[in-house]
């Protein structure tokens, strides 16, 4: 069971450029979240999906766009890449409100360098 | 502004000793508190969590205490081994608003042997 996978792991970019990080998860799990990480700010949020069809911004939504392919995928697009998007960037999914509780299931994290 | 305030920063602790990480935040609305844990080169993962309506959830050497008046809430390490080293990050939650979880800026836990 792979739970949520993110690619790529590593990706080094120039300024100006494009990219997407691409998550997948095979929970059947109804939310999807994109965070960012970076040190002293702890996790922050980017964008998130409540459910399948619906994306809404989060706290650091600035550059960023997603797209909520299907149940499983949510990706993280980077139109103009800035040297103040170099992170840690994590997917994670959660089943969504049950018994009051939404647990999320993190990926391992794609490290982006913006040069 | 941050809706999750965490503290301290950074802890060092002796083999046996209890650690203690406090969170507080500001929306009433948050009903679900969550802590994680993440050691390096992996995601966080689920720790224990607490509802508002208890004011102490136990499960082993994790307990978190929780003061609604106050609006704040600990995470409590008792007998800190070793590997208990990793990063703890509170965070909470609320019922409205699509279930996003908000983080505290997470606290880098060293446990002396």
């Known amino acids: 069971n792979a739970g949520v996978t993110q690619t790529p792991k590593f990706q080094v970019l120039k300024t100006g450029q494009s990219m997407t990080l691409q998550c997948a998860q095979d929970?059947?799990?109804?939310?999807m979240y994109w965070y960012r990480q970076d040190p002293g700010m702890g996790l922050r949020l980017i964008y998130y999906?409540?459910?399948?069809?619906?994306?809404d911004k989060g706290e650091v939504p600035n550059g960023y766009n997603v797209s909520r392919l299907n149940k499983r995928e949510f990706s993280l697009r980077l139109e103009s890449a800035a040297p103040s998007q170099t992170s840690v960037y994590f997917c994670?999914?959660?089943?969504?409100?049950?018994?009051?509780?939404?647990?999320?299931?993190f990926g391992a994290g794609s490290r982006l360098t913006v040069l | 502004q941050q809706q999750v305030k965490q503290s301290p920063q950074s802890l060092i602790v002796q083999k046996g000793g209890i650690s203690i990480i406090n969170c507080a935040y500001e929306?009433?609305?948050?009903?679900?508190f969550p802590w994680y844990q993440q050691f390096p080169g992996k995601g966080p993962a689920l720790l224990i969590a607490?509802?508002?309506?208890?004011s102490e959830k136990k499960e082993g050497r994790f307990t978190i205490s929780f003061n609604k008046s106050a609006k704040q809430f600990s995470l409590h390490i008792m007998d800190s081994q070793p590997g208990d080293s990793a990063t703890y990050f509170c965070?909470?939650?609320?019922?409205?608003?699509?279930?996003?979880?908000?983080f505290g800026a997470g606290t880098r836990l060293f446990v002396k042997a």
């Open positions: 929306n009433t609305a948050f009903d679900y």
């Open positions: 999906s409540a459910s399948e069809g619906t994306t």
């Open positions: 929970m059947n799990h109804n939310s």
């Open positions: 994670a999914s959660s089943v969504g409100r049950v018994s009051g509780a939404n647990v999320l299931t």
């Open positions: 965070a909470a939650s609320r019922g409205t608003g699509g279930f996003k979880t908000i």
């Open positions: 607490i509802r508002p309506d208890v």
